[in-house]
């Protein structure tokens, strides 16, 4: 049994791995990206491998596959907010003492002046204490969804205002 799921896994890699990683290029437009997703395409692969050998179509499963991680990674980009630091902020951060970065108030003289105060509880619930989405919630009462909402418009705000 073992032999025919390594023959199986074997002979998908090599009749496919090639117009993956065109595909995934064609996605990406980065080689060393495209090599990443059709490595994890094939990790997914293998973890699978009793399910996908009964698939109806196993390499349309495999373009799949790598599409859908493709898209994941896209979201995750999408969603997380990268705000670069002047040198001055990242020279403070590197010569500081990492407990007085960032106390429980000192986020909020960063924060700019335009910002509500809910707005600015939130963003030093999210990035200054490092709360969970699931522990704001829990703090504003509401939906953790609700919550994703608030830091992500407390956050654009944020950074329209910086």
Not at 9 to 34: C, E, G, P, V
Not at 40 to 65: C, E, M, R
Not at 117 to 141: D, F, N, P, R, V
């Amino acid at each position: 049994m073992e032999e025919r799921l390594d023959k199986f896994i074997s002979y998908m890699h090599k009749a496919n791995a090639m117009n993956l990683r065109q595909y995934a290029y064609n996605l990406t437009h980065d080689w060393h990206w495209a090599e990443d997703l059709v490595q994890q395409t094939f990790y997914v692969f293998i973890l699978q491998v009793n399910s996908v050998i009964a698939h109806p179509n196993p390499a349309g499963w495999l373009y799949k596959t790598l599409y859908n991680i493709y898209r994941d990674e896209q979201r995750k980009k999408y969603r997380s907010v990268e705000i670069p630091l002047n040198d001055e902020a990242t020279e403070f951060l590197h010569s500081a003492d990492p407990q007085s970065i960032v106390s429980k108030d000192s986020l909020f003289e960063f924060l700019p002046t335009g910002l509500r105060e809910a707005e600015k509880q939130i963003l030093q619930w999210y990035l200054g204490e490092q709360y969970s989405y699931k522990t704001i919630a829990k703090l504003l009462k509401t939906s953790e969804t609700a919550c994703r909402t608030r830091v992500s418009k407390a956050l654009k705000k944020c950074k329209k205002l910086f």
